[in-house]
């Protein structure tokens, strides 16, 4: 017993004495710079996170755990831009580390930054955010100005934000909540998630899904392979959601009062419009004899015609008057109009 007691306090000691000598190699760089307007920051894979501060100056602490001999933090002002960069002097396979960039600036300072693999967090400013990585994440908070973010395989999250969004990536999912302004959203095999957004949107996906709840605007949403579902969104200007083998799926949280179009090639292109009032000139399409057209009323008029060697059908009703226009259609799928 006294044994396993003597080799367990020993463990704890080397596991101590480990801990801190890793604490103790951890370096730290601390700079203030003033007279700043805009920052730009390039990192290899160090992280960046940029709060608000109530000083007129920019304050930089770089923390890193790499050698000295590998790693420089540059920093230099040129009138009232601060460019920033991470460089690594001694050969790749020595890299072993980490680095995080914490800078504390003006609310109304521009920020541009790019990095491979390397986070990037910032919140609470009134200021144009440009920001590029390979894999990392960036998450953008309580913000007002015009936001351009493009990443590879990295997520993108934002919270609260107003201005202009123009997003994209390729394998990373995008998130949006709480959002007044314009969008630009693009993915390819991506998610695209909004809630509680307003403003006039433009969503597209290769072979992601795109779920929409409780927006209103303008939209223009489009996914390849993947799904459309909206739910309890306000139409408030022209829009269209389509899907090529997708389902798409549109549920309204006000009566309709703008022109609409829902479409997808193979999968089901449904309306609901949750109790409020059906009115407008509605067209129905679905290919003769493969689709299927399902709608809660008879219908006035009923065409077929040939489009690409295929056979379709057309069905259409007035409700009430001739405005919005309403066009729901598939080729393979269902066309489906719900009260």
């Known amino acids: 017993m006294n044994h396993s007691f003597r080799f367990l306090k020993v463990s704890v000691l080397l596991l101590f004495f480990f801990t801190v000598q890793v604490i103790a190699q951890e370096g730290k760089i601390e700079k203030t710079f003033k007279n700043v307007k805009e920052v730009r920051i390039k990192t290899v894979s160090g992280n960046c996170i940029v709060q608000k501060g109530d000083k007129n100056e920019v304050k930089i602490v770089v923390t890193y755990s790499y050698d000295d001999e590998d790693y ?30 914490k800078l504390t600036v003006p609310e109304n300072t521009d920020i541009e930054f790019s ?40 997520d993108i999250e934002v919270t609260d934000l107003q201005g202009r969004i123009e997003f994209g990536t390729a394998s990373g999912n995008v998130e949006l909540r ?48 993947g799904d459309v579902d909206a739910s309890n969104v306000v139409i408030e200007g022209r829009s269209n959601f389509s899907a090529a083998s997708g389902d798409v799926d549109v549920s309204l949280g006000k009566e309709l009062a703008h022109n609409l179009k829902i479409s997808s090639a193979s999968g089901d292109s449904r309306l609901r419009f949750n109790g409020h009032t059906i009115r407008g000139f509605i067209e129905m399409t679905a290919k003769a004899g493969r689709g299927r057209i399902k709608a809660p009323f008879k219908f006035d008029d009923e065409e077929f015609y040939y489009k690409w060697n295929d056979e379709y059908v057309t069905k259409s009703v007035t409700k009430g008057n001739r405005s919005p226009r309403i066009e729901i259609s598939t080729a393979s799928g269902r066309a489906v109009l719900e009260n």
């Open 72 to 101: 420089e933090a540059e920093m230099d002002q040129n009138g009232d831009r601060l460019i920033l960069r991470e460089r690594f002097v001694g050969p790749r396979r020595t890299w072993r580390g980490r680095s995080t960039w």
């Open 115 to 154: 990095s491979a693999s390397g986070e990037f967090e910032v919140a609470d400013l009134n200021s144009n955010i440009e920001a590029k990585t390979a894999s990392g994440n960036i998450s953008l908070k309580r913000m007002n100005g015009g936001f351009y973010i493009s990443t590879a395989s990295g």
């Open 178 to 225: 709480g959002f007044t302004g314009d969008l630009e959203v693009g993915t390819a095999s991506g998610n695209i998630r909004a809630e509680n957004v307003r403003g006039e949107m433009n969503f597209g996906t290769a072979s992601g899904n795109i779920y929409i709840r409780a927006c209103s605007g303008e939209f223009e949403v489009g996914a390849a392979s």
